[in-house]
């Protein structure tokens, strides 16, 4: 199901912070600091592996999810919400799954 059209442009779909000592909390790149979305400070797929973001799996199991911006561009709310419908498979500090860091 695509909830797009219920949630462009509307306010609770954004929030930004610029005022928050650790913005940027990722290196942003390219990426407009105006469309920067903390709404999703923590992100909420941090627990489930096959998250979509790009994440590196630590030796001790668990992700590391420092390079990823997946919850942090407003065109990305849509598939939080939708990927938050589905059941979660299996955790973040799991052996299982992801890419292996060094």
Known sequence: MDCHFKWEGKGFSFVSN???EFFPCHDI???D???FNCLFC???LYGRDGCGGG???LKNGCKDCSACILPHKRENYGYIIEELRRPATQG???QKG?????
């Open 18 to 20: 610029k005022d928050c």
């Open 29 to 31: 790149g390219a990426m």
């Open 33 to 35: 600091p105006d469309s």
């Open 42 to 44: 923590f992100c909420p």
């Open 55 to 57: 994440y590196v799996r």
């Open 92 to 94: 973040a500090c799991e």
């Open 98 to 102: 992801g890419n292996d860091a060094i």
